[in-house]
């Protein structure tokens, strides 16, 4: 997490937490999509990431959920390093792109 503070990566001005980055990377609004009742529909906004990218997170979230041994939520609270290590994947593979 604090890879993301030094690069000043917040969450609307304040610390981003392994939580928060939990939260925005499982977001479908960075790939255009609106989630109206569970139920995820092409949004009229513009996506920020492409499909590819995005699954290439999502799979390393999943991989990263099963070696924790942690489901999604409970992982987004994790205190092991298991989830910074994931942030800081995720943040690289998105850098790349």
Not at 35 to 61: F, P, T
Request: charged share 25%; aromatic share 6%.
């Amino acid at each position: 997490m604090k890879e993301l503070a030094d690069q000043g990566i917040s969450r609307r001005g304040k610390k981003l937490d392994k939580g928060g980055l939990y939260k925005m990377l499982a977001n479908p609004l960075y790939i255009g999509k609106a989630v109206h009742k569970g139920v995820a529909y092409d949004g009229e906004h513009e996506a920020i990431i492409d499909q590819a990218l995005w699954d290439k997170v999502r799979s390393v979230m999943e991989v990263m959920d099963t070696l924790s041994g942690t489901s999604p939520p409970a992982r987004a609270s994790h205190s092991s390093s298991v989830g910074s290590r994931t942030g800081s994947f995720c943040i690289r593979l998105i850098q790349r792109a």
